[in-house]
Structures are given as structure tokens and as C-alpha cells.
């Protein structure tokens, strides 16, 4: 026997997922776990018993409520599940999937639209971080079409505004975990940093890459790979993470100079497949590093003068563009980080899961 659980399917940014009201799934973790495991067909590297699409970045889930916090609209909690692997990760954020949430609850009648434009505040329940989103609703209605363009995405969207209010530390116990903004692990100078994701950032150059590598070159190269997971788990003790080992974070990326105009050329590993672009949080991330003084970014990328900078982060498939505001009196605080994504939704229904796996059948 299967049962039916209500589901709205969702591209949002460069990543793609169901998403659920809290109430449509079991209140018990491990039976939650269980269910959204079969939703997306894990463990299977090609998930062709379910949604997931054989790749971490379409392997994501979102869960929305109505907000228990005064002053927030609506929390969310993102999951990171990954094809081959039995394991739902809510410890990290996704900046991808965050730019569904408004446009779903709005689908689904949890908020109202509030005229040509609804900004509403947003919760991640994984790290307890606040933004404001703002979303296109003219008619009163969720609008998917306008001129907004991201790289990774084919076509155009209506724009979506993302502005984050308190990022930094978000899994980590600091923006610095280690203390320092730069240190040497494992005989690589490295800029551990957590703006909203946790990330190690080094020079490409340091082992031994240009930086400009395909990512078919990137996922290919098992000796890289595995010099980049040593230097990662030798990382996640610095940063006061622990054994790593079989968690998401932290992300590793690496650095070049900028070659098609940007800031900074980036290759990010998430953390064991190369992202064929970056993820929302760890552009932000990778930003900030840039307008430190003295981290692995340093004689590397192009800085704008003055406060408020726009962050031009290079990828696989184009860049990324983050708008940071610095405190005058601090140069090394982040005041604001803010940025455009767009999202669609791409089905609305119901998906079947085994009925044993829910605790009510």
C-alpha cells in the first residue's frame, strides 16, 4: 500500500526540490527522515525509484511553517539529502532553496500577498538565521515571469531579493572559528569562515590546480580529491566542527584570480562533487573573505573602494554577484549581505510514499 503526502515541486536559484507543510509529515525525526528518503529515492546514485535527481543540487527537500517567532513569518527548514547515501542533513543552509519558500507559502495560502510586492521574514531553522524576502505578486498572485537572469538557470524569472540579516556563524561558532583569518593546515594557507556557510577558501595554485579546471576535470581528478578531503577534515577540527568526515560542511573552495571581469574566479567542492556553479551562501561567504584584510583571498581578488561592494564571484557556469555593506568604524564587519535569485514552480501535487512508513498507517 502507498499514501498520498501533499507536495509542491520547486526550482529555487540553481538547486531544485519538493516542499512540504510541516503538518503533512510526521512530527517524529526519524520517521520524517524515513519518509523523505523515499520521496527522493535515496540511497540509489540515479534515485530512480523517486524525485531526487541523481546530483546533492537536486537532492534538497524544504519544509515550511507559519512562524513561532514574533516578528518572523514563516520558518523554514532545509534538507540536504545526497543520491547514494541514507542521510537527511539539516545542519547546513541552502540560499537556493530559500528563494522558494515565500513564493510556496503564498502558493499554498499560509501567508497573503500584500500588494505588488510581499517581503516577508524568513527563519532557517537549521542555523536560526533571519532574512527578508521579497517576491513579485501582482493581482495578488505568485508572478514567475520578468526579466531577472542568474547563471545556471536557463531563461529569465521575476526577480527575487534576499536580504540577510545576521549571517555570520551560522553552523560555526564565528564568522572566524579559528580566530584567525588566515591559518596554515596541513601545510596550505587557508581562510576558514562561516558568513552563512562554512567554507575553507585557498589558492588554487596551492594544490597544484590553475583554478579555470572544467568541472569534469575537478570530479575526475581523485588525487586532488583526496588531498582537498584531508585538508577538509583537518579543517573541521580548526574550526571547532569536529569529525566532519560524513557531514556536508565545511564546503572547500578554490581560488583564482578573476578572468571574465568578476572579483574572483571559484571552484566549490560540496564538499565531494565539484558545484557546477556556488551556492547562494557560499558566494556570501566567499565575499566577505575578499573584503578582509589578510585572508587567502588577498592579492587575488579585485576589491571595489568604499562601504557598500558588489562581489562579482566567477564559477563554473558564470558569477554570482553579492551586494556587502562594511562598517565604516570596523572594516572587517559585514553589515548586510544581500542578493537576487529567482524560482519557479515547476509541479504541485501529491507524492506517493510506502504506507508503513508513515506512523499513522
Not at 207 to 225: M, P
Not at 284 to 306: E, F, K, R
Request: charged share 20%; net charge negative; hydrophobic share 40%.
Amino acid at each position: 500500500m502507498q499514501s498520498p503526502i501533499p507536495c509542491w515541486f520547486m526550482r529555487g536559484g540553481t538547486s531544485r526540490g519538493p516542499f512540504f507543510l510541516e503538518s503533512d509529515l510526521p512530527t517524529d525525526t526519524a520517521a520524517r527522515d524515513r519518509v523523505l528518503l523515499a520521496v527522493m529515492g535515496s540511497p540509489d546514485k540515479r534515485q530512480i525509484d523517486g524525485l531526487g535527481g541523481a546530483h546533492p543540487l537536486t537532492s534538497k527537500v524544504g519544509i515550511v511553517r507559519k512562524s513561532l517567532t514574533a516578528g518572523v513569518d514563516l520558518d523554514f527548514l532545509f534538507a540536504q539529502l545526497q543520491p547514494d547515501k541514507d542521510t537527511v542533513d539539516t545542519t547546513p543552509n541552502c540560499g537556493n532553496m530559500l528563494a522558494a519558500v515565500v513564493p510556496f507559502a503564498l502558493e499554498r495560502g499560509l501567508v497573503q500577498a500584500q500588494g505588488a510586492e510581499t517581503t516577508l521574514r524568513v527563519l532557517t531553522l537549521n542555523t536560526d538565521m533571519q532574512c527578508d524576502i521579497t517576491v513579485q505578486t501582482p493581482d495578488g498572485r505568485v508572478s514567475y515571469d520578468g526579466e531577472a537572469q542568474i547563471d545556471g538557470v536557463p531563461g529569465s524569472s521575476a526577480p527575487i531579493k534576499i536580504n540577510f540579516l545576521d549571517t555570520a556563524g551560522s553552523v560555526a561558532a564565528s564568522l572566524l572559528p579559528t580566530g584567525h583569518v588566515l591559518d596554515v593546515i596541513d601545510g596550505i594557507a587557508v581562510t576558514c569562515i562561516d558568513n552563512g556557510m562554512p567554507l575553507v577558501i585557498f589558492q588554487a595554485a596551492d594544490v597544484g590546480c590553475t583554478g579555470y579546471e572544467s568541472v569534469e576535470a575537478l570530479n575526475g581528478d581523485t588525487e586532488l580529491k583526496a588531498r582537498v578531503e584531508r585538508l577538509r577534515i583537518a579543517c573541521g577540527h580548526a574550526m571547532g566542527l569536529g569529525d566532519v568526515s560524513t557531514k556536508n560542511y565545511p564546503k572547500m573552495t578554490l581560488i583564482a584570480p578573476p578572468r571574465a571581469g568578476g572579483s574572483i574566479c571559484t571552484r566549490s567542492f560540496i564538499p565531494h562533487v565539484c558545484h557546477d556553479a556556488i551556492g547562494v551562501l557560499a558566494a556570501v561567504t566567499v565575499g566577505t573573505a575578499c573584503v578582509l584584510d589578510g585572508s587567502a583571498t588577498q592579492g587575488v581578488a579585485v576589491v571595489p573602494p568604499g562601504t557598500a561592494k558588489a562581489i562579482a564571484v566567477e564559477h563554473p557556469t558564470g558569477e554570482f554577484s553579492v551586494e556587502l555593506e562594511i562598517d565604516p568604524a570596523h572594516p572587517q564587519n559585514v553589515l548586510r549581505a544581500a542578493l537576487l535569485r529567482t524560482a519557479r514552480l515547476i509541479m504541485r501535487g501529491e507524492v506517493m510514499v510506502p504506507s508503513r512508513l508513515l506512523p499513522s498507517q
